[in-house]
C-alpha cells in the first residue's frame, strides 16, 4: 500500500469514528438501503415509459453518458409529450365512449398526476399554453445515494457498455423505482475484481481498478 493509499484510509476511518462519535445516527450507509422504494410527489411510472413506450433511458438520464452523475430530467423533458398527452389512453378511450353515447362533442381529459406536472411547469389545459407563473417544483425524492466519501462516475461504466440494469435491475418492469443492488463496497470491488481476473467474460481485456484512491477522495 502506498503512502497515499494509508492517508486516504486513516482519513476515512477517522471521518466515520467522528461521525458515530457525534452520534449521528443519519450516517446513510447504503447496505442497509437495499429495497429502498420511497413514494415519489408524482405517480412516474418506468414500467408504462421505459417498458410499453420505450423511451430509451437516456432520453431522460442523458447525464449517465456525460459524467458522473446520471441526473434527473426536467419537468420541461416531460412536457415534450404532455404537453399533448393529458391523460393514460385508457382515460380518453373513456370519454370516447361516453361522449358517443351521449352524442357530444369530446371533452379534453386531464389526469390527476399529470396536474400536478401541469401545476409546476405552469401549464394551462383551458387555454394548451404556458402562463406566467410557475409553480412549486416536483421535488423528487432519491433513491440511490452513496456516502460523500464515495466517488462513483457514470459515464466511466455506461462508456464501458455495463448495461443500467446490471447495477439497476430492470428498471423497465417497474412501476417505483428500487434500490436493487446494495451498494456496498464489496459490491463495487467484486465486479472489478472479475474483470481484471477474466472471470467477467463480458469485459474480456478492460480493466477496472481496485484501488483505494481511484473510488475515495
Ligand atoms: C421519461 C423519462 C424517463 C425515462 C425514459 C427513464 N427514466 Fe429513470 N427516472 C425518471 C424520473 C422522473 C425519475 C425520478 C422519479 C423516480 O424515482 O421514479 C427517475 C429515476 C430513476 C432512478 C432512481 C434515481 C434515484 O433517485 O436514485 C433510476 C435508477 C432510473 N431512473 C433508471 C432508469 C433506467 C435504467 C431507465 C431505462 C430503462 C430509465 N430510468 C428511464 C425519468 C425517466
Ligand atoms: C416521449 C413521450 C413522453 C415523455 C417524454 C413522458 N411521457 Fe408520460 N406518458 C406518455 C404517454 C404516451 C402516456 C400515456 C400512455 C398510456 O396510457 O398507455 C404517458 C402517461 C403518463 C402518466 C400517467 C397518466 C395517467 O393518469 O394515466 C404520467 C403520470 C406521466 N406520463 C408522467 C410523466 C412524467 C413525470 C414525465 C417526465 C419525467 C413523462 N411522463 C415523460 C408519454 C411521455
Ligand atoms: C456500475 C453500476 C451502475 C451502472 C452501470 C449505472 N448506474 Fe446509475 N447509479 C449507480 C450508483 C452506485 C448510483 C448512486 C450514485 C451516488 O449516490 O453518488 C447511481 C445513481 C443513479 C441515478 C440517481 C441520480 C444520479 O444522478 O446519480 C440515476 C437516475 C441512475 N443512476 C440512472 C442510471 C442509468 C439510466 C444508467 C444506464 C444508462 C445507469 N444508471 C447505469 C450505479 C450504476
Ligand atoms: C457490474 C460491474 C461493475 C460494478 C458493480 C461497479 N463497477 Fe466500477 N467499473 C466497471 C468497469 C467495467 C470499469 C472500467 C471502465 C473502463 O474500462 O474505463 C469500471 C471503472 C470504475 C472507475 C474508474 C476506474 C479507473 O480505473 O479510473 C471507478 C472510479 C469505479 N468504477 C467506481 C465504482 C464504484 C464506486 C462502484 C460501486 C458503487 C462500482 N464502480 C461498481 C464495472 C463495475
Ligand atoms: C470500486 C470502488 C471502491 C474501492 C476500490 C474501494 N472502496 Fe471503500 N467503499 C466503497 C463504497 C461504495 C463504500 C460505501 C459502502 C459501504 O460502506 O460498504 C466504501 C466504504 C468504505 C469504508 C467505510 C466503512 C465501511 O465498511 O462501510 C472504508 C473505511 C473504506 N471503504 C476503505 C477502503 C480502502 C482502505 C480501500 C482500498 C483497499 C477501498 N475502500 C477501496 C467503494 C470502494
Redesign the pocket.
Known amino acids: 500500500m502506498t503512502h497515499r493509499n494509508i492517508t486516504i484510509l486513516i482519513c476515512i476511518a477517522f471521518a466515520i469514528g467522528t461521525l458515530i462519535y457525534a452520534g449521528n445516527v443519519n450516517i446513510n450507509l ?1 447496505g442497509l438501503n437495499q429495497g429502498f422504494a420511497p413514494e415519489q410527489p408524482l405517480a412516474f411510472s418506468h414500467r408504462l415509459h421505459s417498458g410499453d413506450l420505450t423511451i430509451p ?2 432520453y ?2 442523458s ?3 456525460k459524467g ?5 430530467p426536467a419537468a420541461s423533458t416531460c412536457m415534450n409529450c404532455h404537453r399533448f398527452v393529458t391523460a393514460g389512453w385508457d382515460q380518453m378511450k373513456i370519454e370516447e365512449k361516453k361522449a358517443a353515447e351521449e352524442k357530444r362533442d369530446l371533452q379534453l381529459v386531464v389526469s390527476s398526476e399529470l396536474q400536478k406536472l401541469y401545476q409546476a411547469t405552469g401549464y394551462s389545459t383551458e387555454t394548451m399554453a404556458y402562463q406566467d407563473k410557475l409553480g412549486a417544483p416536483l421535488e423528487w425524492v ?5 456516502p460523500d466519501f ?1 466517488f ?1 462516475n ?1 459515464s466511466r ?2 462508456m464501458a457498455d ?3 440494469q ?3 435491475g430492470l ?1 423497465e418492469t417497474m412501476e417505483t423505482v428500487h434500490q436493487a ?1 446494495d ?1 456496498s463496497m464489496g459490491w ?1 470491488v467484486n ?1 472489478h475484481r472479475d474483470i481484471n481476473s477474466g472471470k467477467n467474460a463480458n469485459f474480456k481485456g478492460k480493466h477496472a481498478s481496485i484501488s483505494c484512491a481511484v473510488c475515495h477522495y
Open positions: 447504503p433511458c437516456l431522460c438520464h447525464g449517465a453518458e458522473a452523475p446520471a441526473g434527473i432519491r433513491v440511490h445515494d452513496l464515495v462513483f457514470h461504466h455506461v455495463v448495461p443500467c446490471t447495477c439497476h428498471v443492488a451498494l463495487c465486479c
